[in-house]
């Protein structure tokens, strides 16, 4: 009951911000990098890694459209074709180039093109911090400033912006929709939560890695972990959270973290809401309005940076998330051969 009244309030406070899906109008301006030389760095340096993110931006593209346009056995049916061909080819194969998203979820885009745009803003932020640590030509010092300039950036844009407050994992889990997609399909929930796993655990070794062949060592060691889950589907059995993969890259960047973690509780919920049958068709938008508009408020469910470093150990360490980056886990004897499109 405490979880439907939460919706439920959720929906009573943002619904005047939320027109219906017959009269929406949603406002489709972008912003672009933040300027500077360290732009695509990552990808020109790590190309084995950066390429991997653009088959993870299909990989949940054509995820919601199918939660919005299918339903049972076709549903069942369309997601494991999905489900293979991400994993024995375009992952292993990924676009050299972004994938226009809008053309991959045509539906559930102009259903929800607010989500997309906070989705997108995130991911600028999340590429430009790659982008800055693969940069040799800036000092630890300089690349820490930087990016929080870069935080401050993105959180300039209130419209489209994750909150930097932690939010309380509830609005995850204890909905009356939460944990709807996860239940019906493990497997492909599985294979996001490692996405996410790799999304910030990239961090560290970025961090810790001394020079370039040091760097270049840890990430591809790092992406050979994240196979090696893909190849035995043994993927995080919770939530991947920053403080656990990324610790370090954590601790000197809190607020970027807690972004990552708002933004990939998001990426959850709205899996949840397209898939709950509690949700009718024509209520999905405003539940996903609802649930974005929490999201960007930090004043609403949220919990202290203490309970929220402490919140993976009660989740259950980083063992549960898919274990430690930068190699500790054993290299997969043969990982898949990177050729690109």
Do not use: C
Not at 31 to 46: A, K, T
Not at 91 to 105: S, Y
Not at 321 to 333: C, I, T
């Amino acid at each position: 009951m405490r979880s439907l009244a939460l919706t439920l309030a959720l929906l009573a406070v943002t619904a005047p911000l939320v027109p219906g899906i017959a009269t929406a109008q949603d406002r489709r301006d972008e912003q672009f990098y933040y300027p500077g030389s360290f732009n695509w760095e990552f990808l020109r340096s790590y190309p084995e890694a950066a390429r991997l993110f653009n088959a993870f931006d299909y990989g949940h593209a054509v995820l919601y459209e199918r939660l919005l346009t299918a339903r049972g056995a076709r549903l069942s049916v369309g997601l494991d074709r999905e489900y293979r061909y991400l994993t024995t080819d375009l992952l292993v194969r990924p676009p050299r180039f972004a994938i226009a998203e809008e053309a991959v979820m045509p539906s559930y885009a102009k259903l929800a093109w607010q989500a997309k745009q906070m989705f997108d803003w995130a991911h600028v932020l999340h590429r430009q911090i790659y982008d800055v640590y693969s940069d040799d030509h800036l000092s630890m010092t300089a690349k820490d400033s930087l990016i929080e300039v870069l935080t401050d950036y993105y959180l300039a844009r209130e419209d489209v912006a994750f909150t930097a407050v932690p939010k309380s994992m509830a609005l995850m889990d204890e909905q009356p929709f939460s944990q709807v997609f996860r239940r019906d399909h493990g497997t492909f929930n599985g294979l996001i939560w490692a996405y996410h796993w790799l999304q910030v655990g990239l961090y560290e070794p970025l961090i810790s890695g001394g020079t370039r062949a040091e760097k270049k060592q840890l990430v591809q060691l790092t992406v050979a972990r994240f196979w090696e889950m893909v190849q035995s589907e043994r993927y995080p059995a919770v939530m991947p959270m920053t403080s656990a993969i990324a610790p370090e890259f954590s601790r000197r960047h809190p607020r970027a973290a807690v972004i990552f973690d708002n933004l990939h509780m998001m990426h959850d919920i709205i899996s949840d809401v397209l898939a709950s049958p509690l949700v009718a068709r024509d209520a999905k938008r405003d539940m996903i309005y609802a649930q974005l508009a929490e999201f960007r408020n930090p004043a609403t469910n949220v919990i202290s940076m203490a309970d929220w470093f402490a919140m993976a150990d009660h989740m259950g360490g980083v063992d549960a998330m898919g274990g430690p980056v930068s190699g500790s886990a054993p290299r997969p004897a043969a990982p898949p051969s990177h050729e690109h499109h």
